[in-house]
T-cell receptor
Framework: SQQGEEDPQALSIQEGENATMNCSYK?????LQWYRQNSGRGLVHLIL?????REKHSGRLRVTLDTSKKSSSLLITASRAADTASYFC???????????FGTGTRLTVIP | NAGVTQTPKFHILKTGQSMTLQCAQD?????MSWYRQDPGMGLRLIYY??????TDKEVPNGYNVSRLNTEDFPLRLVSAAPSQTSVYLC??????????????FGPGTRLTVT
């Protein structure tokens, strides 16, 4: 079964707005990662947050992690049309050595 | 695609036929993995290999995996079924991420079984 579930399934915003997508998971984890997938570049790693971290930034990306609620959020600030893609969270469960992916959020940024 | 190549890009199989999806990396990383991606279901792990010559988990029914060397990681569909229609993605670890399992993915093979 999938480790992660993402919310919303689809999100449509205007260019320049912020986009927030959420991920929930079921078991204890070592880390949580976010990936982006679009038709041009395939599936690309964006950012990783470890289980002992609460927030991480990379450029226009901000990730938070709440292990007590088993949830994470990805914020993309000042969105661009090029951010249009599907975004997936993926977890490495404690004691495991592989990724479990969520079902993804489809983000559309309207120019 | 970050040093992971997959062939073919597209293929159509008939039920019962077999074929091998090829995956190769241009780095000397031990860990490689195969996922399948279906609409609305995200990516599901099929198999991973920590190093050449090792088998690390039970291979799901309908698939056969080999890892004779570090570079190549082929996935074989033994007797294809329509339920195996999917996009197959191969991956290797990003450098320096052995313990965190961050991965580079190949461009994928879109397989249709009729």
């Amino acid at each position: 079964s999938q480790q992660g579930e993402e919310d919303p399934q689809a999100l449509s915003i205007q260019e320049g707005e912020n986009a927030t997508m959420n991920c929930s998971y079921k078991t204890s984890i070592n880390n949580l990662q976010w990936y982006r997938q679009n038709s041009g570049r395939g599936l690309v790693h964006l950012i990783l947050i470890r289980s002992n971290e609460r927030e991480k930034h990379s450029g226009r990306l901000r990730v938070t992690l709440d292990t007590s609620k088993k949830s994470s959020s990805l914020l993309i600030t000042a969105s661009r049309a090029a951010d249009t893609a599907s975004y997936f969270c993926a977890t490495v469960q404690t004691g495991a050595n592989n990724l479990f992916f969520g079902t993804g959020t489809r983000l559309t940024v309207i120019p | 695609n970050a040093g992971v190549t997959q062939t073919p890009k597209f293929h159509i199989l008939k039920t019962g036929q077999s074929m091998t999806l090829q995956c190769a990396q241009d780095m000397n990383h031990g860990y490689m993995s195969w996922y399948r991606q279906d609409p609305g279901m995200g990516l599901r792990l099929i198999y991973y290999s920590a190093a050449a010559g090792t088998t690390d988990k039970e291979v799901p029914n309908g698939y056969n995996v080999s890892r004779l060397n570090t570079e190549d990681f082929p996935l074989r569909l033994v007797s294809a079924a329509p339920s195996q229609t999917s996009v197959y993605l191969c991956a290797r670890l990003r450098p320096g991420t052995v313990n965190s399992y961050e991965q580079y993915f190949g461009p994928g093979t879109r397989l249709t079984v009729t």
